[in-house]
């Protein structure tokens, strides 16, 4: 049972290695230490012909003419069907001003996704977003800071990690794929910021899906 609270209008290697690698970036792989594991309230916000609802809580499936979601076993698959909407993302309830916060978990995106968001640190005075990963179709599947900073290739299908980091206390941003650091921005804002993951862009393609898994976070 979910309710909707409201909506708006608004605009190869050895087998070794392997086995070591999958230990690394396990379901709860942070960077660093000294990192407290948290469990927020989340909302799931799909977008139905330019209006945006907001479910509590989020549902194992749900299904619009525009886009649907679904968690099956942990694996949360995010897919906009048409141009009905362009939004079916998860908001997460982890509203910060300072502090130490990190985002981590498992993403795999599919041909013919362009362009789509597919995890936000919201709340900039400038960009209104802090930071945005989105997946685009160049070089196998990329993914990017924005349309910008290329952080990760060949990317379709395959489970990629990814764990960011939104440093209040000093003031900087990183994104690590896979335990490598890939990108670090500074971040001399001073918005209210919540983390947002899922599938978030105009329709470019008639489809677009994202899978996310082993969704953790983590404060200091």
Not at 28 to 41: C, H, K, L
Not at 106 to 125: A, H, K, S, W, Y
Not at 176 to 205: E, H, P, V
């Amino acid at each position: 049972m979910f309710t909707i609270i409201h909506c708006y209008t608004h605009m190869k290697t050895t087998t070794g290695v392997l086995l070591a690698m999958a230990c690394v970036f396990s379901a709860s792989a942070q960077i660093g230490s000294g990192w407290r594991e948290e469990n927020y309230r989340e909302m799931l916000n799909p977008e139905i012909k330019d209006k945006l609802y907001a479910i509590q809580p989020v549902p194992q499936i749900y299904h619009s003419i525009g886009c649907s979601y679904t968690n099956a076993d942990g694996v949360q698959t995010f897919s906009l069907l048409n141009k009905n909407s362009n939004r079916i993302e998860i908001r997460v309830y982890n509203d910060y001003k300072q502090g130490q916060h990190q985002f981590a978990g498992d993403v795999r995106i599919f041909p013919p996704l362009n362009d789509e968001c597919l995890m936000q640190i919201f709340g900039n005075t400038t960009h209104a977003t802090l930071f945005m990963l989105r997946g685009w179709s160049d070089n196998g599947g990329s993914l990017k800071h924005y349309g910008e900073d290329t952080l990760a290739t060949n990317a379709f299908t395959d489970w990629v990690h990814v764990n960011v980091i939104n440093d209040r206390d000093n003031h900087i941003t990183q994104v690590y794929i896979n335990g490598a650091l890939k990108g670090q921005w500074a971040d001399t804002d001073d918005s209210r910021n919540y983390f947002k993951y899922g599938c978030y862009g105009t329709m470019r393609t008639g489809h677009a899906e994202v899978q996310w898994k082993n969704v953790k976070f983590f404060v200091k």
